[in-house]
C-alpha cells in the first residue's frame, strides 16, 4: 500500500469534516448554518445511557476530571468543530487546538469568537508548534490513527507535556464485533470489498472507516491498534492505561439486532459487552 501523505489527509478532512452527517444520523452537512451543526453535535453526543458520562454531564466526564484543569494549560489535538474544546474552555486556563481541516478551523473559529482563552490553528500534530514542556493536559479524541505518522505524533506529545503531565486519547482498537462483522465480514466478504482491493485487509479498512455515512470514500488513513502495538508506542510515558469502550449501540446493530437475547439485554449488560469488545482505545497517560 502507498504511504499516504499528510498533505491527503487534510484535505479529505477539510471536504469532509467529521460533523456526523448522513442517513445514519438524519443530518446533512450545511457550511452556511454552522449553529446547526453544533447543535445537531451536542444531539449526537448526548444521547441517554451514554458509557462515557452522565446525563448532564460534560463529555467523557467519567474519564476526565474537568475540575483539575482549573487554572491549567491544555491543548485540544484535531478539534474538529470543538465539542471537547467547547467543555475545555469552562474549565482552563487557556486553550489551545490544532487541526489539519480548513473546515473545521472555520467553523470553530466562528464558535469561539467570543471565547479569550482559546486559540486555534492550522498544525500538524507531527510537529506541535510549542515548546516543550508547555502542557499541563493533551487530548486527541479519534484523530491521531489517521496520522501519517502516528509514532511521530505520540513523541511529540510526549515532549510538549510537562512533566507529570497527563494525556488522554481515543484510538481505534482492533476488535470486537463492529471491527471483525460490519467491517471485514459484512462489508469485506458479504459485500466483495475485500476482493475488490485484492484482500489487502489494511487497505480495504481503509476504504469503510469514517464514511460519513454517506457516498464518499473513507479516511485515507485509519489504524486500528491491539493492546501490544499501544504498550510499545506509550513505553516512554511514566504511567499508562488501555481501557476497551465504544458505543452503546455495537450490539444492537445486524446480525446481533436480530437476536431475542440482545434486544431483552438491559444497558448494564450491553455496557459490560462493549467494556470487552468495543471498537474504541480510551487511552490514559501521564509523563
Keep these: 500500500m502507498k504511504n499516504i501523505k499528510e498533505s491527503e489527509i487534510a484535505k479529505f478532512w477539510t471536504d469532509n469534516p467529521m460533523i456526523f452527517q448522513g442517513k445514519e444520523y438524519g443530518y446533512k452537512l450545511n457550511l452556511n448554518n454552522p449553529d446547526e451543526i453544533f447543535k445537531n453535535m451536542e444531539r449526537i453526543h448526548r444521547r441517554k445511557n451514554s458509557l462515557h458520562q452522565k446525563d448532564g454531564e460534560p463529555f467523557l466526564s467519567k474519564f476526565i ?40 478551523l472555520k467553523l470553530s473559529n466562528y464558535r469561539f469568537r467570543n471565547c479569550k482563552n482559546v486559540s486555534l490553528k492550522i498544525a500538524s500534530a507531527e510537529k506541535i508548534p510549542f515548546k516543550n514542556n508547555f502542557f499541563d493536559f493533551i487530548i486527541s479524541y479519534g ?93 516512554n510515558f511514566k504511567k499508562s492505561r488501555f481501557i476497551i469502550t465504544g458505543n452503546a449501540d455495537e450490539w444492537k446493530k445486524k446480525p446481533f439486532e436480530r437476536l431475542p437475547l440482545t434486544n431483552l439485554l438491559g444497558n448494564k449488560i450491553l455496557h459490560w459487552l462493549v467494556g470487552i469488545s468495543g471498537a474504541y482505545w480510551f487511552i490514559k497517560l501521564q509523563k
Design 65 to 104: 476530571n474537568y475540575k483539575n484543569l482549573k487554572g491549567k494549560t491544555v491543548l485540544d489535538i484535531g478539534f474538529g468543530i470543538g465539542w471537547l474544546t467547547n467543555e475545555l474552555q469552562k474549565k482552563a486556563k487557556k486553550v489551545y487546538g490544532i487541526e489539519l481541516s480548513k473546515t473545521s
Design 143 to 235: 484523530v491521531l490513527h489517521h496520522a501519517e505518522n502516528d509514532n511521530n505524533c505520540f513523541n511529540e506529545i510526549h515532549r510538549v507535556l510537562k512533566p507529570a503531565g497527563k494525556c488522554f486519547l481515543m484510538l481505534y482498537r482492533k476488535g470486537g464485533p463492529k471491527y471483525w462483522w460490519s467491517k471485514l465480514f459484512r462489508q469485506g466478504i458479504l459485500k466483495g470489498s475485500l476482493y475488490k482491493h485484492n484482500f489487502n485487509i489494511e487497505k480495504f479498512i481503509h476504504s469503510v472507516t469514517d464514511t460519513h455515512g454517506l457516498v464518499t470514500k473513507g479516511a485515507p488513513l485509519s489504524r486500528h491498534y491491539t493492546r501490544k502495538q499501544l504498550k510499545k508506542k506509550f513505553s
